[in-house]
């Protein structure tokens, strides 16, 4: 059985676009304020400072009945 990914990014653009990326497996922000969304160790996409506006990561896996966070 193969596992899907447990999380989805979506990335917001200055220009009010949303991007949905349901591959990444993290989001790193440089010193310069740049947006780097990885799959694994490779980066995937990338978002100069000025571009984005801000991004959420999303819980894909299930709650088991009866709990919560």
């Known amino acids: 059985m193969t596992e ?30 740049d947006l780097h969304v990885m799959q694994g160790l490779r980066r995937r996409a990338f978002h100069p400072c000025a571009e984005w506006v801000s991004y959420t990561v999303a819980n894909l896996r299930r709650q088991p009945e009866g709990t919560r966070p």
Do not use: F, H, N, Y
């Open 4 to 33: 899907t990914s447990a999380q989805s990014v979506t990335v917001r653009l200055a220009s009010g676009q949303e991007l949905a990326c349901p591959w990444a497996t993290s989001v790193r922000v440089d010193r310069k304020g």
